[in-house]
């Protein structure tokens, strides 16, 4: 199944983008900004979480490969995750390279895509994120898609030598247009 958007797709994550992820998640500013953890990742360590979201069965984990819609040049992965099927709520998280600033507006049609798929497929009622306060510009792409602010958790995430407040955001499935 492939996802469209205006500027993004959106599709399975496949054994050839293990490369890539890997140098996603060992670059220190996409780490910091994401909040992903600080350690380095090997590749064995990546083909290993890799494989683990690729064979999983559970679906409360769903990981997408984000492609330019123009050169089918991979640009980032995006997730959805915890996703409680009882409750009808997930988190979601967008890791893309610096291959999307060439792509204006990339960011916001992959959530937008994620969303909806949330929303339309999953049939969720609310999905959340959260976005450390320095992270001007995922701030500013989560407002713009609707997202609402449900709190800060202050001096939460320690990244570039100093702690940061993470900013809860929220989207409910009423709310979305």
């Not at 992270?135 to 709190?151: P, T, V, Y």
Request: hydrophobic content about 40%; charged content about 20%.
């Amino acid at each position: 199944m492939i996802l469209t958007g205006e500027k993004v797709n959106l599709r399975p994550l496949r054994e050839t983008d293990l490369t890539f992820t890997t140098e996603m998640r060992n670059n220190k500013t996409l780490k910091e900004a994401a909040m992903m953890h600080p350690y380095p990742v090997t590749i064995q360590l990546e083909e290993e979480w890799f494989m683990s979201v690729v064979n999983s069965k559970s679906n409360k984990n769903l990981f997408f490969a984000v492609e330019n819609i123009e050169t089918n040049e991979l640009i980032g992965f995006a997730g959805l995750m915890n996703i409680n099927y009882i409750n009808r709520n997930c988190y979601h998280a967008i890791v893309l390279s610096d291959k999307a600033n060439k792509l204006p507006g990339s960011g916001t049609d992959t959530l937008t895509l994620i969303v909806k798929y949330a929303f339309q497929s999953l049939n969720l009622k609310k999905v959340n994120a959260e976005v450390i306060s320095e992270n001007i510009a995922s701030l500013k792409m989560h407002q713009k898609c609707g997202f609402e602010i449900e709190g800060t958790l202050k001096d939460q995430y320690y990244a570039g030598g100093h702690y940061q407040d993470v900013i809860i955001f929220s989207i409910f499935n009423n709310s979305y247009a």
